[in-house]
């Protein structure tokens, strides 16, 4: 009776064991036919674009995307410094001088699948580039998990933008939002979408109003996840924060396996609608750079802030 009992259990074992490892087998997202949508022409005015590197976590491409294998791959904690005329912004703030402290706000068994290493400090970085904290006029979030919003507490005062779903998230999103809910909820200012669609998503929010920054909302990873176009910069980017972590999170489309989006995606069925439209809008721009905000391999092909020149980008003269 005891052997049949061990025998069953094995097999349950060894069957949930074949369910585990076939969730992290490669499941490339359907495509439709039809073409994404072709971006809107550039905008005649000039922005700079630069990477400041707070900081990264060591992880593998098997918990990035299905079909991904145990290759090491180097997840950066990046930050986007925009230079315009009317301003510096940021998008993500990175790690910050109390990574270890922020890091016990992380839910256990993402840390213990993580391990974390700093950078030089965000601050220092731009006191080096010369971009005085007190300058800049905006630090903006893909979203509000706990390693986009790490060096907000050392920039005390400079206005934070989320939308309205994402400061709720803060407010309400429980474990995955501790770190940005202990800023203090004052310390997220809102924007709202009220520009038409653009890149096929639904409305839009043009920072600057002239086209050189234009963000759309994307939500899936958190509710309120956005993605920033920039445009008028050395090339057009778009800034996708994690709604995949690695590029073939767009280039095959492929979601995370199903261990990382329970620990990280916040509504899964909305974040595969989300890769596919980033897919078929690739392929209808080929020269647009897709960037995942911690895909080293592509961040790296970036501007460094530390080679940004010391003057803003002149504005156009009128036509
Ligand atoms: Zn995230
Ligand atoms: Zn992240």
């Known amino acids: 009776m005891a052997r049949k009992l061990a025998a069953v259990s094995l097999t349950a074992l060894l069957i949930a064991g074949a369910a585990f490892a076939w969730t992290f087998t490669a499941a490339p997202l359907p495509v439709p036919q039809e073409p994404g949508p072709v971006l809107p022409p550039a905008p005649a005015q000039r922005v700079q674009l630069a990477v400041a590197e707070t900081g990264s976590m060591e992880s593998n491409a098997l918990f990035a995307y299905r079909g991904g294998n145990l290759e090491k791959r180097l997840f950066g904690m990046d930050v986007f410094v925009i230079r315009h005329p009317q301003g510096t912004i940021l998008?993500?703030?990175?790690?910050?001088?109390?990574?270890?402290?922020?890091?016990?706000?992380?839910?256990?068994?993402?840390?213990?699948?993580?391990?974390?290493?700093?950078?030089?400090?965000?601050?220092?970085?731009?006191?080096?580039?010369?971009?005085?904290?007190?300058?800049?006029?905006?630090?903006?979030?893909?979203?509000?998990?706990?390693?986009?919003?790490?060096a907000l507490p050392d920039l005390p005062g400079v206005p934070v933008y989320v939308n309205q779903a994402e400061r709720d998230f803060i407010e309400q999103g429980g474990e995955a939002t501790t770190l940005a809910r202990s800023f203090g909820i004052d310390r997220f200012q809102t924007y709202a979408f009220e520009g038409p669609a653009y890149a096929g998503f639904p409305a839009s929010h043009d920072v600057f109003g002239d086209g050189s920054v234009v963000l759309v909302p994307a939500g899936g990873h958190t509710p309120g996840a956005v993605i920033a176009f920039l445009r008028g910069a050395d090339r057009d980017y778009a800034l996708i924060g994690d709604l995949a972590w690695q590029k073939e999170g767009v280039d095959i489309p492929a979601e995370k396996p199903w261990m990382s989006r329970n620990m990280v995606d916040h509504d899964p069925a909305a974040l595969r609608g989300v890769l596919v439209q980033l897919h078929q809008l690739q392929g209808a721009n080929p020269s647009l750079l897709i960037v995942p905000s911690h895909d080293r391999r592509v961040t790296s092909q970036l501007p460094r802030l530390a080679a940004l020149a010391p003057t803003p980008p002149a504005t156009p003269s009128a036509p």
């Open 91 to 150: 998008f993500e703030a990175g790690f910050g001088s109390h990574l270890s402290e922020h890091f016990k706000t992380v839910p256990r068994l993402m840390r213990s699948v993580s391990k974390v290493h700093p950078a030089q400090l965000l601050t220092e970085q731009l006191a080096a580039a010369n971009i005085a904290p007190a300058s800049l006029k905006g630090i903006f979030l893909t979203h509000s998990h706990w390693d986009h919003v790490g």
